[in-house]
Nanobody, 119 residues
């Protein structure tokens, strides 16, 4: 089992920045990939960014160049630095951890943190 706790959401004006953090606990040695998804009202949850244990990163096209994901094995945290925020970035942001063991894949989710960008 993996537990995830997010922090850092809030209200910001367009063009501003926010930093989200996610602290992992539990069976953290088994995590293969961590990342962030977001869900706006009435829309499906979508990938924002991921980072593997080896440090490989992946970003949604809509955030590339504005968001940066990073991870720390020492503190078991994943951080999402969000710059040049736009009103379309408004959503609940969820931290996620993927554990792959053989043919089994388990995905864990945090409780979510609200990000609101005003125009």
């Amino acid at each position: 089992q993996v537990q995830l706790v997010e922090s850092g959401g809030g209200l910001v004006q367009a063009g501003g920045s926010l930093r989200l953090s996610c602290a992992a606990s539990g069976s953290i040695f088994s995590i293969n990939v961590m990342g962030w998804y977001r869900q706006a009202p009435g829309q499906q949850r979508e990938l924002v960014a991921t980072i593997s244990g080896a440090g490989s990163t992946e970003y949604a096209k809509s955030v590339k160049g504005r968001f940066t994901i990073s991870g720390s094995h020492a503190t078991n945290t994943v951080t999402l630095q969000m710059n040049s925020l736009e009103p379309d970035d408004t959503a609940v942001y969820y931290c996620t951890a993927l554990v792959i063991q053989g043919m089994t894949r388990n995905r864990y989710w945090g409780q979510g943190t609200q990000v609101t960008v005003s125009s």
